[in-house]
């Protein structure tokens, strides 16, 4: 039967199902190399500032902070949309291209997913701060109380967010830890110290691979990926609903829903193919992570890039066609030119400008060259939310409230933070749980190894 | 259960599915497969069928039924407020709470459902034949007393289609 070959083989080398787990687990035996203890503290000392910053939040109160009556959304926001959009990244690769079935998503949803889980933790500490009376956060559940019964406003998109923030939370953390099981029996079997068997084997639940474990674990991977491809969607849509709602010039369109998802998976992406560069390098993992791979993700990465170019167009035409001169201020004066043209432009050339390299076979496999675009487009996903946030807020329909906004150390502090939290989540990731989803690799290795394509076509001749 | 199993190992995935339609036609009752990946092919050999799908598509409509009723309770019957006129059963602004909760209910609810039904928890006391079937190698595993009863050779039959090792084990419960 003919197969086109349309991708190149999955896995490279003349791999076998053992050399598939050794070469996985490898990284949990070794010793913890040096560049990863420096690597560990630098970012313990990043998240200590972070948790200084929040000490001081919580004692102070946010008038530590630069916010102010016309700027009432500063850093905090800012850097809560940037985080939640990288955590993207893990149910767009795991889900959707689990439902597309995509086989080449295998090598990479573990590190996807670890990351989002990690990601979406650092985005849910900013509005929890941002309540300002942090210890009574808790008044946002909706639970029978004494004071009223007072229940919250479900009809407000900052309760939305609430909700759909701690679900996608939950549950692409559960989606990881479900997918890591039959991996952990995996190293639970390989082991040769007794910690570590007792340790993995708890994790990993007794599993034992027989059908009947099978067969409810593919049910169960379907199910919730056919219900969680509906997060990927409305998560940043929810989030989107927060500025979109409001009559702020430049907030109050209808095109922020799909702006704001296909921003969040711009982000994701790009993060991943930072982090995937990273992993293969340092791990030696070209074998399963491929330039095939990587070119796969660098031409989502094109496609959805002239969506972000086309969305940033349609903004600043409709401001026009509206004809409300508010948003044409705030599209022509105060973004295209006035006091934030640089923060405007950095966004449109990091997004819509620069992943075009892609479209070069010879951009998309330099992979430093890759490295470097993928972070360009982390900054200018940052710079679109301060766009959005500042130069909205800063001047809007009365000139006597118009003020300039710049952060406090504090803002900063806690920005730095919950980077720091994200590299130590990450290198913990990369220690001790496997970074390639052993089982589903060797599901696809028969079907799209170099390995069987040889004997595919010696067959043939 | 009896304790004596007799195991047949194979390195690949082409002679198992061989022994096990073989096996199965000449009517061997078969105790358990295990595999390094999930195989399809084996599930179906093996005749096993699951509901999970309809109880995801239960455990979805009560969530949704729940927490619509549960919205029209607090927003309607127990603390009505008026905004600006606006009904108070605002069903589209509903809308959105009752997707996001649907899908976590019916995600929690079959992760529940999959640590009973499959038995998958911490803690668990699990039975795996050989420990190398969940790296490279595939396992069947048939009750000794099943294997004696039939007519023709199991052993033979395993041998033949390409099991690398054919032994004979007591089967031991790991925490």
Redesign the interface.
């Known amino acids: 039967m003919y197969k086109s070959e349309v991708r190149g083989p999955l896995i490279l080398g003349d791999k076998n199902y053992r050399q598939i787990s050794s070469d996985i687990i490898a990284p949990i035996d070794q010793p913890i190399p040096t560049w990863w203890k420096a690597v560990f503290g630098i970012s313990m000392l990043a998240f200590l500032f972070g948790l200084v910053a929040i000490y001081k939040t919580v004692v102070e109160g946010i008038g530590t902070w630069g916010v102010n009556n016309s700027v009432g959304w500063g850093w905090e926001i800012i850097n809560f949309v940037w985080w939640i959009g990288i955590g993207h990244a893990g149910t767009a690769f795991s889900i959707f291209l689990l439902i597309l079935r995509q086989k080449w998503r295998t090598s990479i949803n573990r590190a996807a997913e670890a990351m989002t889980v990690v990601a979406v933790m650092a985005a849910a500490l900013f509005p929890a701060l941002h309540m300002g009376r942090v210890w009574l956060a808790f008044y946002i559940f909706p639970y029978p109380n004494t004071r009223g019964p007072l229940w919250v406003n479900f009809n407000s998109p900052l309760f939305w967010d609430f909700i759909a923030i701690s679900a996608y939370l939950l549950i692409s953390a559960s989606f990881w830890y479900f997918g890591m099981v039959p991996d952990f029996a995996t190293i639970r079997d390989k082991a040769t110290s007794k910690i570590k068997k007792a340790v993995y084997g708890f994790f990993a639940f007794g599993w034992t691979g027989s059908s009947s474990e099978w067969l409810r674990y593919e049910a169960l991977s379907y199910v919730l990926g056919g219900i969680a491809a509906v997060l990927v969607v409305s998560v940043h849509s929810i989030v989107s609903t927060d500025f979109a709602v409001s009559v702020i010039p430049g907030w109050h369109t209808t095109v922020f829903p799909p702006y704001f998802v296909v921003g969040a998976i711009f982000s994701g992406f790009a993060m991943v193919m930072t982090l995937m560069i990273i992993i293969r390098k340092i791990y030696k993992f070209q074998d399963y992570v491929t330039n095939s791979h990587l070119n796969a993700i660098a031409k989502i990465l094109i496609f959805i890039s002239l969506i972000m170019g086309t969305a940033y167009a349609t903004e600043i035409f409709i401001a026009w066609y509206s004809g409300s001169k508010y948003e044409m201020f705030t599209f022509f004066k105060n973004r295209i030119t006035g006091d934030y043209t640089f923060q405007f432009w950095a966004m449109v050339v990091c997004n819509a400008f620069i992943p075009q390299l892609f479209w070069f076979k010879k951009v998309r496999q330099n992979l430093t060259i890759a490295f470097i675009i993928s972070i360009f487009i982390n900054i200018g996903m940052w710079y679109e939310r301060f766009n959005i946030l500042i130069t909205s807020l800063s001047k809007d329909y009365l000139p006597s409230s118009w003020v300039t906004y710049s952060p406090t150390w504090v803002e900063i502090g806690i920005y730095i933070g919950t980077i720091g939290m994200f590299i130590m989540g990450v290198l913990l990731f990369f220690k001790y749980i496997p970074m390639i989803a052993i089982s589903e690799v060797k599901s696809v290795l028969k079907v799209t190894s170099l390995n069987k394509k040889e004997k595919i076509h010696a067959s043939h001749e | 259960m009896s304790k004596n199993h007799l195991i047949g190992v194979f390195d690949d995935?082409n002679a198992l599915m061989a022994a096990l339609h073989e096996v199965k036609a000449k009517g061997f009752e078969i105790w358990?497969?295990?595999?390094?990946?999930?195989?399809?092919e084996?599930?179906e050999a093996?005749g096993?069928?699951?509901r999970?799908?309809f109880a995801?598509f239960i455990y979805?409509f009560l969530g949704a039924a729940g927490v619509l009723a549960?919205?029209y309770y607090?927003?309607v019957i127990?603390?009505p407020?008026n905004?600006g006129g606006k009904p108070t059963n605002?069903f589209p602004?509903?809308i959105?709470?009752t997707?996001?909760?649907t899908?976590?209910t019916?995600?929690?609810a079959?992760?529940f459902t999959?640590?009973l039904?499959?038995?998958?928890?911490?803690?668990?006391?699990?039975?795996?034949p050989d420990?190398?079937?969940?790296?490279?190698m595939f396992v069947m595993v048939f009750d000794k007393s099943v294997a004696k009863n039939a007519g023709s050779n199991l052993e033979d039959i395993l041998r033949e289609k390409g099991a690398i090792e054919v032994y004979e084990k007591e089967l031991v419960t790991e925490?």
């Open positions: 995935e358990e497969v295990f595999t390094p990946y999930p195989m399809h084996v599930i093996m096993k069928k699951t999970f799908t995801a979805g549960f919205m607090t927003a127990d603390w407020i905004y605002a602004s509903f959105v709470v997707v996001v909760i899908i976590l019916v995600t929690l079959s992760l999959f640590s039904r499959a038995k998958i928890y911490p803690g668990k006391a699990y039975i795996l420990k190398r079937s969940t790296d490279d925490i």
